[in-house]
């Protein structure tokens, strides 16, 4: 007697493409490069020289003026919005049941990260402390008198 | 003649606190305490049998073997998903009551039985058989090092104790679940395998093992000591290479 067994893999309908392998990757990859982001920026600020005492705007201003600080920051930016907007995305996809809650939530997650990302960005590069033709009151003291 | 000494073997009182849901009757489970009297050799299974055979035969729950090689009790005891059959109860605090629980994540038929069809289907997902095109006249050999690659999770029993202490399944049910990809981890690094990259292919879903957070839940509550959370990760890095 011999029995016939059908093959017996399934075809799987693939369902449709997804990026959890590349958002996974990411938050592997960012998470590393901002402790020493974040850290080397505390121990720079708040410890070295005169410690925390040195912070003020015309610290702030000095370290923008340096591109080196200026891809730092903004590096620093990127990563931590994605990286925490991925995150909270996560928590979303677990806790939020109905398809519209949670497509709700993620579109606002993601608006809120661009446009943070966008204004970061927008400051970073354009940060002028002593912008021309602002009056006089409002301008840091190392400004020179116009 | 002498008298002859028998000597009493210890016994001690314990409280098992048992969730309980009738369908029929209840709307919700409900909390139910027995005392039972026990020896030291004795399992939090015997007390269920105690108090199923002796104090209330309405009391529901699966076993089939009772030494921890079906996976058919696994129970949450203490907070903790662990094999009825395989949990003696004077390793407990039998100072205070034992409190039994179905295991979570799975919705509950009666007491402490669950409906499985979830956590099979998720397991049958995964094509959790040999795949290989080759006819051979004798037995496929495999070299002793290509046999250890796997080791580890042959020795799933589907027991259901890791994918109902998962978090990620618990609020979201769609989870593979770490028993699904135990089983396909199994065959994914099987030298003798040929389908491992379909395999890889299927738990790179959305709801594959992108969702696993590495708590190690599912490690601490594997009755079978599995390295589950490790088997995981190894899915992981296999699905980043392409291939096992």
């Keep these: ?146 | 003649m002498a008298e002859l000494s028998v000597p009493t073997i210890e016994s001690f009182t314990v409280t098992l606190i048992v969730r309980r849901f009738d369908p029929e009757n209840d709307t919700e489970p409900k909390w139910e305490d027995f005392d039972v009297e026990m020896y030291g050799t004795d399992r939090v299974l015997d007390a269920l049998h105690k108090i199923k055979w002796e104090q209330d035969g309405s009391l529901t729950f699966r076993r089939s073997c009772a030494h921890g090689v079906c996976g058919s009790d696994a129970m949450r005891i203490n907070g903790r998903n662990r094999l009825a059959c395989k949990t003696l109860i004077k390793d407990l605090d039998i100072s205070k009551p034992i409190y039994v629980e179905p295991i979570k994540g799975l919705p509950v038929e009666k007491d402490l039985i669950v409906d499985m069809t979830p956590f099979y289907k998720a397991y049958l997902e995964i094509n959790p058989f040999l795949v290989a095109t080759d006819k051979p006249n004798k037995e496929r050999l495999q070299s002793p090092e290509d046999r250890a690659r796997y080791d580890d999770t042959t020795k799933c029993i589907l027991c259901a104790a890791c994918t109902s202490s998962c978090p990620v399944f618990w609020t979201d049910g769609q989870y593979f679940g770490p028993a699904a990809i135990v089983n396909a981890h199994r065959f994914i690094f099987d030298s003798r395998d040929e389908n491992a990259e379909l395999r890889l292919d299927i738990l790179n879903d959305k709801e594959g093992v992108w969702r696993c957070r590495t708590t190690f839940n599912c490690t601490e509550a594997c009755p079978r000591g599995i390295e589950v959370t490790k088997a995981i990760a190894e899915v992981k890095q296999a699905i980043l290479r392409g291939r096992a």
Excluded at chain 1, 81 to 104: E, F, S
């Design chain 1, 1 to 146: 007697m011999s029995v016939t067994i059908e093959t017996p893999s399934r075809p799987r309908t693939r369902k449709q493409a997804n990026w959890e392998k590349y958002g996974w990757l990411f938050m592997r990859v960012s998470g590393p490069l901002l402790i020493v982001l974040i850290f080397t920026h505390l121990v720079v600020n708040l410890v070295l020289g005169d410690g925390i005492k040195a912070i003020d705007f015309a610290f702030v201003a000095g370290k923008w003026a340096d591109p080196f600080w200026q891809v730092w920051d903004l590096a620093m930016l990127w990563l931590a919005l994605i990286h925490g907007t991925n995150g909270m995305r996560t928590i979303v996809n677990d806790y939020a049941g109905q398809v519209k809650v949670r497509r709700a939530l993620t579109t606002t997650l993601w608006a809120v990260c661009a446009l943070l990302i966008l204004l970061g960005t927008l400051v970073i590069f354009t940060f002028d402390p002593c912008p021309a033709g602002a009056s006089a009151e409002l301008l840091a003291s190392f400004c020179p008198a116009q």
